[in-house]
């Protein structure tokens, strides 16, 4: 079984800060997905990272992939209380073929005007 | 990527009694899966549903107590069954959006027992 570990679990900072959520495994993954969720939704997709050393940014998002495919990391520029909502890493298993993601436990992150 | 409808958004049943949970897909997908999210918590995977075929169940989930149908590409049903306090979560539905796409998810259906 893959597992991905998410940290931290909570985060609460206030508008303005910066923050970093890291998404950390001992297995390879052929691409991992960040997701958003808000409450009553569902997650949506923020970004797929699939090459080692990747760097992703959206807007003050800035994702990467680790060189060996096993880590990723989310960082927020000047948090905003729109980016408040439930963080989730979830990998795609290297050289599978069943499609099953692999979740992280999720960061819940409340930004505070 | 693909827009999915699922209902019902939430609920509260009675212990014992059964739930189905629908979810409709805007275009048509090979499989569809089944998720549980306990309050506060990530998701959980409980099937894999693939049209024409049995659903693929994970470990912890049975067939007897999370019945599935996928009568066609865009349509797939959980049945949460005999259900006790401990099944309150939240349920939701995904399909694959392609590869670099991601997994769209239905909204969820929020599940309370009691």
């Known amino acids: 079984t893959q597992l991905l570990e998410q940290s931290p679990q909570f985060l609460s900072i206030q508008e303005g800060e910066n923050l970093t959520v890291y998404c950390n495994s001992s297995?390879?993954?052929?691409?991992l997905q960040w997701y958003r969720q808000e409450p009553g939704e569902g997650p949506v997709l923020l970004v797929t990272?699939?090459?080692?050393?990747e760097v992703k940014k959206l807007k003050r998002l800035t994702f990467q992939f680790g060189d060996a495919r096993k880590d990723s990391s989310l960082h927020i520029t000047a948090a905003q209380p729109g980016d408040t909502g439930l963080y989730l890493c979830a990998g795609d298993p290297a050289g599978g073929s069943n499609y099953k993601l692999t979740f992280g436990k999720g960061t819940l992150l409340t930004v505070n005007p | 990527s693909a827009v999915i409808s699922q209902k019902p958004s939430r609920d509260i049943c009675q212990r014992g009694t059964s739930l189905t949970i629908q979810c409709q897909v805007d275009?048509?997908?090979?499989?569809m899966f089944w998720y549980r999210q306990q309050p506060g918590q990530s998701l959980t995977l409980i099937a894999t549903?693939?049209?024409?075929?049995?659903?693929t169940y994970e470990s912890g989930f049975v067939i007897d107590k999370f019945p599935i149908s996928r009568p066609n590409l865009t349509f797939s049903t959980l049945t949460v069954s005999n259900m006790s306090p401990e099944d309150s979560s939240i349920y939701l539905c995904?399909?694959?959006?392609?590869w670099g796409y991601g997994y769209t998810f239905g909204s969820g259906t929020r599940l309370t027992v009691v």
């Open positions: 297995s390879v993954f052929s691409s």
């Open positions: 990272v699939v090459t080692g050393g």
């Open positions: 275009s048509q997908v090979t499989m």
């Open positions: 549903a693939n049209q024409g075929s049995e659903a």
């Open positions: 995904s399909v694959e959006g392609g």
